[in-house]
């Protein structure tokens, strides 16, 4: 099997074999924008579960519980507030955390009461704290700036570096595109959105940007002096780039989501509900999604771009009328090599052809 995927990865490299993802970009762009469109209406209907630092309320965690049924904690803070709908989470085997609205220091005190008496535990093992309003907001703020700096220092350096807006803006796109999948997921599942969460996707941002750095750093390398010849489009040279990138990405995706998959297991199934298993789903989340937008949205977003500079499509428009010229003579139809050199009988996702010899 190792064999074969080496093989497999071999023959991307080379050209011999290719997926012509450039070509079909615009099934890719469908895809992103249904996936997008989704996620809005998913946040939409089920909303988005802020965490008690960014809401703002009291917080009681019970340690070494009898039991960990829910509906105790429920019932005990309804006991004190009737109009209360407090959130109930397990913490690991024998704890539990509740969180309510801002409460008074008495019905602090009562819910305590209640809690210790209705999991078995003296008051000592029931936690109390509380988030004021104006801290949550402060977190938000301070999030929403992260992300905005985050954003723009990307865009800098990537047009610096590359010497093209457009590879800063499709990367940007794609960023965008990663964010609001990872937020959807967020929403569809329920779990709450905390600062490990922001921290988890400002983190799996930089994972994404890295990913699509390095595929544009071999566009960048396949295309440079691309008007010089007149068998290859940007278009193709760029494919061919995400074709040599590919089995890279999936191999470093795969040995980063391994590790934290295991963490989110452990954080959901064993720990239960807390800064691990937030910070974990959305690293698994938004890795897996970025490893997928640097392959088959970014780079494609790119050529679109690209198209648009008179320069690339007169050049464009050229080598295809070349071709059907070449073609109509009975020669086949060529890829550019990773080398800059042209490979003669080969074609997006085709194996080698035989030149035809002319009939005198």
């Keep these: 099997m190792m064999a074969g995927f080496s093989q497999w990865g071999a023959d991307l490299y080379t050209g011999k074999k290719s997926y012509d993802i450039v070509g079909k970009r615009k099934r890719f762009y469908i895809a992103a924008i249904a996936a997008v469109v989704l996620t809005i209406a998913i946040i939409a209907v089920r909303g988005i579960n802020f965490g008690i630092e960014f809401r703002g309320g009291s917080q009681f965690t019970i340690t070494n519980a009898t039991t960990t049924d829910q509906q105790l904690a429920i019932d005990a803070v309804n006991a004190v507030r009737s109009d209360e709908v407090p959130r109930v989470s397990n913490v690991g085997s024998n704890a539990l955390r509740v969180q309510t609205s801002e409460l008074t220091d008495d019905e602090v005190t009562e819910v305590r009461g209640a809690l210790a008496k209705a999991y078995g535990v003296p008051e000592t093992e029931v936690a109390s704290s509380f988030v004021g309003p104006t801290w ?3 977190v938000s703020k301070k999030a929403i700036t992260g992300l905005v700096v985050f954003l723009l220092l990307v865009m800098v350096v990537m047009s610096i570096y590359f010497r093209a807006w457009r590879m800063a803006a499709a990367a940007i796109i794609a960023l965008f595109h990663d964010l609001i999948v990872t937020i959807g997921v967020y929403a569809l599942v329920g779990w709450e959105v905390t600062p490990a969460t922001v921290i988890g996707l400002l983190t799996i941002l930089g994972y994404s940007i890295y990913d699509t750095v390095v595929v544009f750093d071999k566009v960048r390398e396949n295309t440079e002096g691309v008007t010089e010849q007149q068998l290859a489009t940007y278009g193709e040279r760029a494919n061919l780039a995400v074709n040599q ?20 297991f452990i954080g959901a199934f064993v720990l239960g509900a807390g800064t691990l298993r937030d910070i974990a789903l959305s690293l698994f989340v938004g890795m897996a999604v970025g490893a997928y937008s640097s392959i088959f949205l970014a780079t494609p977003l790119e050529v679109s771009l690209r198209m648009r500079e008179p320069r690339i499509a007169e050049h464009t428009a050229k080598v295809l009328t070349a071709r059907e010229g070449r073609v109509r003579d009975g020669e086949a139809p060529a890829l550019a090599s990773t080398s800059g050199q042209i490979l003669p009988g080969h074609h997006q996702g085709n194996k080698a052809q035989p030149k035809r010899s002319k009939r005198k």
């Design 245 to 264: 990138t590919m089995v890279r990405s999936i191999n470093t995706s795969v040995v980063a989501l391994l590790p934290v998959g295991s963490i989110l």
């Design 136 to 138: 949550g907001q402060d």
